[in-house]
């Protein structure tokens, strides 16, 4: 069965409920701005990991790197006429 798409966007699961009813009450923009970060933080955190774990994963160093840097990987344009 497809799930209609609007609908999986418009649905709040129970953690987006329950961070919105701790923020149902206006708060000073400095407090906001510092859990805007810490969350920001958090995510960051996480895609280190999982960038940690692919690079591990798949032999991924800084050679890797290096070399793909110098590579071209642009698709040629043609011109069509």
Do not use: G
Request: hydrophobic share 35%; aromatic share 8%; charged share 35%.
């Amino acid at each position: 069965m497809v799930q209609d798409i609007s609908q999986e966007f418009t649905t709040l699961n129970e953690q987006q409920l329950d961070m919105l009813r701790l923020f149902k009450s206006p708060m000073p923009d400095a407090d906001f701005k510092k859990i805007k970060l810490l969350v920001v933080q958090l995510l960051s955190k996480k895609l280190d990991n999982v960038m940690d774990k692919w690079e591990i994963e798949n032999n991924i160093t800084e050679d890797t790197y290096e070399k793909w840097s110098n590579e071209h990987r642009r698709s040629s344009y043609k011109k069509t006429e």
